[in-house]
């Protein structure tokens, strides 16, 4: 597969697996078939893989290790700390955790379950507001220095909080929402990165299934499902957006290729230290996703997206989510 280079020399494949999506409770199902469908990637190729502790909790990176195990030596594991996780029960309290106590209870858990003696990329999950980013970034310093984790990473931080990370330890990768129904980050996140030499590592970029043409205004969501709080899948909402969806759908038949690969296949063609991170259950999926690889879109194409001037209707979280990114 493909390699892309995030910040400080990180050197990954060029498309990422999530983790989060396979089991929200603390039981996963179909565990033996995640296991297969992540070593699968492993031999296409991949070797870049996402997960957190808040995954379950816990019972997401038993998984991701337990599948990982035999090929360590390949892989690049990501995980996150920085919600309030009780260390003893892994019960999630509500809120954020970045004490620099917390942090360090947390890799040893997060090392423990993934059944690795060091993380390679160790991603503040979000910011808390109540610790100095500072000395969140010193703590992650000092487990680098300690051999515990390789690389740093922030996830949904705002410009500020990256700069003031960045002048303690320097910092390999953001992990943002970013995709063509979510382009925010280009008014001053991406060009904060890119002068400090961070790379993005972008999730939803399929917009949370939006973005496969696989949704329409007939698709219910369960309460189980995160998208029936979101107020961009509102029915109002995809009506709207649907236009979007009908424009890469057009440039994909071009290519012979899906909407998810066009979708993919933009963010590729953005910048080269941007490495999409999606999830998906099926092994088709997976397939059908990393075959963006093949697919370049040329200045026509962009060119075309950009001058349709598309406007998203409806926000991409609700209120009280949104409150915890940006910061």
Do not use: C
Request: aromatic share 8%.
């Amino acid at each position: 597969m493909i390699k892309r280079t995030l910040g400080q020399g990180l050197e990954v494949s060029a498309l990422s697996l999530g983790a989060m999506g396979y089991g929200k409770a603390r039981e996963l199902p179909d565990r033996p078939e995640m296991i297969d469908l992540i070593r699968t990637a492993v031999e296409h190729g991949m070797d870049f893989f996402d997960t957190a502790e808040v995954y379950g909790p816990w019972t997401n990176e038993e998984m991701v290790g337990e599948a990982l195990a035999p090929v360590r030596d390949k892989v690049k594991i990501a995980t996150k700390f920085g919600w309030d996780i009780d260390q003893e029960t892994g019960e999630h309290r509500g809120g954020v955790n970045s004490k620099p106590a917390q942090i360090r209870r947390a890799i040893e858990g997060s090392l423990k379950r993934l059944r690795t003696d060091y993380i390679d990329l160790y991603y503040q999950h979000r910011v808390d507001p109540d610790v100095p980013m500072e000395d969140v970034a010193g703590t992650v310093r000092e487990l680098i220095a300690e051999g515990k984790v390789r690389w740093f990473g922030m996830s949904e931080a705002g410009a500020q909080s990256i700069r003031r990370a960045y002048a303690v330890q320097p910092v390999a990768a953001l992990q943002s929402e970013y995709s063509l129904w979510t382009r925010e980050p280009e008014a001053e996140i991406i060009p904060t990165i890119e002068e400090l030499g961070i790379g993005l590592v972008p999730f939803s970029p399929l917009g949370k299934g939006f973005l496969t043409g696989k949704i329409d205004v007939t698709t219910t969501f369960d309460n189980s499902d995160i998208r029936a709080g979101i107020p961009r899948f509102s029915e109002e909402a995809r009506i709207a957006n649907q236009k979007l969806v009908d424009l890469i759908r057009k440039i994909g038949e071009k290519h012979r290729a899906t909407p998810a690969q066009v979708a993919l296949a933009w963010l590729l063609a953005q910048k080269p230290w941007i490495v999409p991170l999606f999830g998906t259950r099926k092994l088709e999926r997976f397939e059908e996703n990393i075959g963006a690889l093949n697919v370049t879109l040329d200045k026509v194409d962009l060119d075309e997206i950009a001058q349709a001037n598309i406007v998203i209707q409806g926000a991409r979280y609700p209120d009280a989510m949104l409150r915890r990114s940006g910061l």
